[in-house]
């Protein structure tokens, strides 16, 4: 099983369809909420050196954003 | 196996002509990315009619569910996009991004449209460094800066709002010399102490090393060109059609909208229609995209039992 992280805003539409996405297909993962934790929130910009949500972190690939594609390519979706 | 119909986008208008063509019993094909449309992003849409007040992300929701209320009177792909689309004998012939191929009878167009750039410099180099697009996504990563939102029209009106909460200092940008958004948004926004509007203001360069740091821009009366301080950009100027697997099937106007005909929603070419953000409809509105949509269907359904 990979190593899923994914760090949100409560407000933000497209880290609630990445979480759904993840939902629909059986994957776990660790949600930071970096509107409230200021530590994760340093750390998403430290890993991706940028200031929006979703930032996905697969097995220690970053991704920015949901795109489809490219998460369902490293998580090995069909 | 050839369709009677292949409706593209997951929108409002995708939607509506999904439901009609289900119940409608027409061997019908929907592609779509992901389901909502535009709105999606909106924190409140109270212009939806029968609904008081519903965020974007439970339009989004509910367009889906209602089509899929439907499904076994209806194909889905989602998370398709549609890149191609080819005449062939009796129809066409459409490919995705995923290499799945559809051929059909009939197409209606409802691939909306997508967020216009600035064009300017530093817009590229500094995306998601200070410069952002999604408000209700990352206002909170704004809080106690000093923010400009770019484009005074609805969407820049309402990333104003979404940045109420957050920033201390809020400067619209505005290219005419006056806002463009609803009267009722405008009042709400206008009320904001923290806010001022800069009219006949000309955005030249986003400005910033590592992070955006300002703005530079030209005032259209004057000519003189100024800078402005700020710690975050929002940009919210207009929109762009989604033509690009169509543009050389179909009529473009000079804004790259398809040209359609307001009573039956034909684009230039036999066997395909359009509807929604994506035509060269006068007014983009979610509920003027879903009363186009179903005209368009109803059209396609009496072309295919006439022949």
Same mark, same amino acid.
């Given at each position: ?7 949100t ?16 297909n ?9 509107q409230?934790d ?13 200031l929006?949500v979703p930032v996905?972190?697969?097995?220690g690939?970053i991704?920015v ?5 490219s ?8 | 196996m050839?369709y009677?119909l292949v409706i593209?986008g997951?929108g409002?208008a ?11 019993k027409m061997k019908?094909?929907?592609i ?10 909106s924190?409140?849409? =109270?212009?939806?009619i029968?609904t ?18 439907f @499904?076994?009177d209806i194909d889905i792909?989602?998370g398709?996009l549609?890149?191609?689309v080819?005449k062939?004998?009796?129809g066409?012939r ?5 290499? @799945?191929m559809?051929?059909t009878?009939?197409?209606?167009v409802?691939?909306?449209s997508?967020?216009r ?5 530093g ?5 998601g460094?200070g410069l ?7 206002a909170p990563?704004?809080?106690d ?5 770019i484009?005074?029209g609805?969407?820049?009106l309402e990333a104003?709002?979404d940045?109420?909460?957050?920033a201390?200092?809020?400067?619209i940008i505005q290219r005419s010399d006056?806002?463009r958004?609803?009267?009722v948004?405008?009042e709400?926004?206008l009320?904001m102490?923290n806010?001022?509007v800069i009219?006949?203001?000309?955005t030249? =360069? ?6 955006v ?9 004057s000519?003189e060109e100024?800078t402005l301080?700020?710690?975050?950009v929002f940009v919210e100027?207009?929109?762009l059609?989604n033509?690009?697997?169509i543009?050389?099937?179909v009529k473009?106007?000079?804004y790259?909208?398809?040209?359609t005909?307001?009573r039956t @929603?034909?684009?230039s070419l036999e066997?395909i229609?359009a509807a929604?953000d994506?035509?060269d409809v006068?007014y983009? @509105? ?5 009363g186009d949509?179903?005209?368009g269907?109803l059209?396609?359904f009496?072309y295919l039992?006439?022949k």
């Open positions: 099983m990979k190593k899923v992280v994914i760090y805003t409560p407000t933000c539409v497209y880290c609630k369809m990445t979480k759904d996405y993840f939902d629909k059986g994957v776990t993962y660790e949600e930071h909420n970096v409230e200021l530590r994760a929130r340093q750390e998403m910009v430290d890993k991706s050196h940028q929006g996905i972190e697969i097995d690939e991704f954003g949901f795109d489809r594609s998460l369902a390519k490293a998580l090995g979706i069909q | 050839m009677e593209i997951g409002p995708g939607i509506a002509a999904g439901v009609y063509a289900a119940r409608k019908t094909l929907l779509a990315d992901s389901f909502g449309g535009q709105s999606l992003v924190a409140g849409i =109270e212009n939806w029968g008081k007040m519903i965020t974007g992300y439970e339009l989004g929701k509910n367009l889906e569910e209602h089509l899929r209320h @499904q076994k792909w989602d398709n549609v890149s191609r080819e062939i004998d009796g066409f459409l490919t995705t991004n995923k290499n @799945q559809a051929d009878k009939t197409v209606l409802c691939s909306g997508r967020r750039r600035l064009g300017v410099p817009e590229d180099r500094l995306d460094k952002a697009w999604c408000s209700i996504c990352d990563f704004f809080k800066k000093v923010v400009a939102v484009g005074g609805n969407a820049g104003v709002i940045l109420k909460p957050y201390n200092k809020i400067y006056k806002l958004g609803d009267p948004t405008q709400k926004v009320a102490p806010l001022t009219y006949n203001a000309l030249q =360069e986003i400005l910033g090393d590592n992070f740091s300002g703005i530079r821009y030209k005032d259209a009366i000519g100024k301080e700020v710690g975050g100027v207009g929109s059609p033509i690009d697997f543009k050389d099937l473009i106007d000079d790259g909208q398809i040209v005909d307001a @929603q034909k684009t066997g229609w929604g994506v035509t006068l983009k @509105q979610n509920n003027i995209s879903v949509a179903i005209r269907v059209n396609v009496d039992h006439k």
